[in-house]
């Protein structure tokens, strides 16, 4: 009777997908002493793995990714004859390069980064109307800003004077432009997009509230 064996104690799977067994296979396939049956013996196996898809085996690219696994699993110690170019184990254990993270910390974070952005873009815009309109709306989008953090009241002078210092002096509301959008009109425009105060129907009692339900 032969002693029970526990995945634990065993070779660990390289892909586990495929199962055991064809991971047996294949390392009986790399102890073949014979070329030419070791080429037989990978294009059964690569068969096999196939089943395990079959509307997808016999697409071209779905094969170069069967004989890709294939060495993989054998370790890159398998050598047949493969119809495509062999993986490079030095390339699948290539780690990718670190992506830096912008670490950005404004001096008033309720504007957030992208306020920030438009603003360095419209410093370098030539003056003219669109640059104007550009930098009003940008005001615009600060007090509207503001107010999510601040739902009481904001004056359009803080705003100015917030965007004078994060253009270094260099960008104003033209006057001719003036006023901005009423606090009370942005705090209806936030209560319209559901992300104000709820409505005074949303708060009625329900009916039948206590009503027992069979």
């Known amino acids: 009777m032969e002693t029970l064996q526990y995945n634990s104690e065993r070779k660990p799977l390289i892909i586990p997908e495929y199962g055991r067994h064809i991971h047996i296979m294949i390392d009986q396939l790399v102890a073949t002493e014979d070329r ?21 085996r016999d697409v071209p ?41 912008p670490q950005n910390f404004p001096k008033y974070r309720f504007y957030g980064n992208n306020i920030k952005s438009m603003i360095d873009v419209a410093i370098q815009w030539d003056e003219g109307e669109m640059k104007d309109a550009l930098v009003f709306n940008i005001a615009n989008h600060m007090k509207k800003c ?26 104003s ?3 001719q432009l003036l006023p901005l ?3 009370q009109d942005l705090l209806k425009m936030k209560s319209k997009n559901g992300n104000g105060p709820k409505s005074n129907g949303s708060n009625k009692p329900r009916k039948n509230r206590n009503r027992k339900r069979y």
């Open 36 to 56: 030419e049956e070791r080429n037989k013996k990978a294009k059964a196996i690569i068969g096999v793995m196939g089943n395990l898809n079959p509307h997808l």
């Open 61 to 101: 690219d779905f094969q170069h990714k069967l004989w890709d696994q294939l060495f993989i699993m054998s370790d890159f110690q398998l050598d047949v004859d493969s119809p495509f170019e062999k993986p490079k184990k030095e390339l699948l254990e290539e780690r990718p390069q670190h992506m830096g993270y």
């Open 146 to 171: 503001f107010l999510n953090w601040n739902k009481d009241t904001v004056d359009d002078q803080v705003i100015f004077d917030h965007l004078k210092e994060l253009s270094d002096g260099k960008l």
């Open 173 to 175: 509301v033209k006057e």
């Open 181 to 183: 959008t009423p606090t």
